[in-house]
T-cell receptor
Framework: DAGVIQSPRHEVTEMGQEVTLRCKPI?????LFWYRQTMMRGLELLIY????????DSGMPEDRFSAKMPNASFSTLKIQPSEPRDSAVYFC?????????????FGEGSRLTVL | AQSVAQPEDQVNVAEGNPLTVKCTYS??????LFWYVQYPNRGLQFLLK??????LVKGSYGFEAEFNKSQTSFHLKKPSALVSDSALYFC??????????????FGQGTTLQVKP
C-alpha cells in the first residue's frame, strides 16, 4: 500500500489567499484525521472523520478553516483567507478504527508558509 | 479528563547507553497506549502499542515500553541508544470517550538527542 498521501508537500502563499490541502487515506481505512504541528503549540487535532462523516471539529481554529471528505478516498482541508499565523505543518492520518486498536498512519505532511 | 503527559522536553543520552523517555496518562477504563516517532521533516511513525497482556511491549527499531498501571505510566526504553534514534517521540492514548472512532490524544513530545 502507498500509505497516506498528502499534497502539496510544500506551499508558500501570501496572506489572504485560499489554501487547499489534500489527503488520500489508506484504502480500507474508515477514520481520517487532520492535525496541525507548530513549534509553539505542538501537535493539534483539527478535525476527524469516521466513515466520511465529520465527528469532531472542535479543534478547527476558526471559520476560515473548513474540511470535507466527499468519499472514502479523499479529503481536503481549506483555509480561506489564509493568515501568517496559519503557517505550520499539516498532517493527515488514517486508521481502521473498528478493526484495529487505534494505530494511526500519518502522511508526510504539508508544510504551509503564509507570507 | 483524558490526557497524556511527557514531562521532559528533551532527553540527552550517549550512544550505547540505555535510554528512557517518560510518559504518564490519565484515562477512564482500560488504556490503549502508543508511542510514535517523528524524524525531521517526516510524518509520525508508529513504534509500538499496549492493548492488553504482557506489561512489557516490544516494538520497532529495538524499542520497548513498560506499562505500569499503578503508576499510570508507559515509559519508552531502549537498552542501547543509537545516534540514529535522535528524533521527536510522542506518547498517545486512545480517547475512550470517542466511541470507536480511533481518536488518539497525544503528548507534547520529547526530543531525544543521542550523542556519539
Amino acid at each position: 500500500d502507498a500509505g497516506v498521501i498528502q499534497s502539496p508537500r510544500h506551499e508558500v502563499t501570501e496572506m489572504g489567499q485560499e489554501v487547499t490541502l489534500r489527503c488520500k487515506p489508506i484504502s480500507g481505512h474508515n477514520s481520517l484525521f487532520w492535525y496541525r504541528q507548530t513549534m509553539m503549540r505542538g501537535l493539534e487535532l483539527l478535525i476527524y472523520f469516521n466513515n466520511n462523516v465529520p465527528i469532531d471539529d472542535s479543534g478547527m481554529p476558526e471559520d476560515r478553516f473548513s474540511a470535507k471528505m466527499p468519499n472514502a478516498s479523499f479529503s481536503t482541508l481549506k483555509i480561506q483567507p489564509s493568515e501568517p499565523r496559519d503557517s505550520a505543518v499539516y498532517f493527515c492520518a488514517s486508521s481502521r478504527s473498528r478493526v484495529d486498536t487505534g494505530e494511526l498512519f500519518f502522511g508526510e505532511g504539508s508544510r504551509l508558509t503564509v507570507l | 479528563a483524558q490526557s497524556v503527559a511527557q514531562p521532559e522536553d528533551q532527553v540527552n543520552v550517549a550512544e550505547g547507553n540505555p535510554l528512557t523517555v517518560k510518559c504518564t496518562y490519565s484515562v477512564s477504563g482500560n488504556p490503549y497506549l502508543f508511542w510514535y516517532v517523528q524524524y525531521p521533516n517526516r510524518g509520525l511513525q508508529f513504534l509500538l502499542k499496549y492493548i492488553t497482556g504482557d506489561n512489557l511491549v516490544k516494538g520497532s527499531y529495538g524499542f520497548e515500553a513498560e506499562f505500569n498501571k499503578s503508576q499510570t505510566s508507559f515509559h519508552l526504553k531502549k537498552p542501547s541508544a543509537l545516534v540514529s534514534d535522535s528524533a521527536l517521540y510522542f506518547c498517545a492514548v486512545r480517547d475512550t470517550s470517542s466511541s470507536n472512532t480511533g481518536k488518539l490524544i497525544f503528548g507534547q513530545g520529547t526530543t531525544l538527542q543521542v550523542k556519539p
